[in-house]
């Protein structure tokens, strides 16, 4: 099994920034390919950005590219996502979620499926 937890969330005004962490137990990190998800009030959980194992290759929903940017520190067993930018409509829960599935990168934007999930922090962008 692997445990996720998520920090990071809170309040910020629109324009400003917030960086979320998620750190992994359990399970070899660098076997994981890693994501960020989010649910607004009222809607589905979407797909936000997906990073490979070995952190080379990235890829994001379009709304937040050029925005947001995830990272990862292999050695610290820690998913980052930077958020840049904010608008309100960014505000959700995000959840942290790893798979351990060789799967292409690609595949997550589409299904979102992935076998462990966090409980989520609530991130709420102010007008």
């Known amino acids: 099994q692997v445990q996720l937890v998520e920090s990071g969330g809170g309040l910020v005004q629109a324009g400003g920034s917030l960086r979320l962490s998620c750190a992994a137990s359990?399970?070899?990190?660098?076997?994981?390919?890693m994501g960020w998800f989010r649910q607004a009030p009222g809607k589905e959980r979407e797909f936000v950005a997906v990073i490979s194992r070995n952190g080379i290759i990235t890829d994001y929903t379009d709304s937040v590219k050029g925005r947001c940017t995830i990272s990862r520190d292999n050695a610290k067993n820690t998913v980052y996502l930077q958020m840049n930018s904010l608008k309100p409509e960014d505000t959700a829960v995000y959840t942290c979620a790893a798979d351990d599935l060789p799967r292409p990168i690609g595949t997550y934007r589409i299904d979102g499926r992935m076998h462990y999930w966090g409980k989520g922090t609530l991130v709420t962008v102010s007008s």
């Open positions: 359990g399970r070899t990190f660098s076997s994981l390919a």
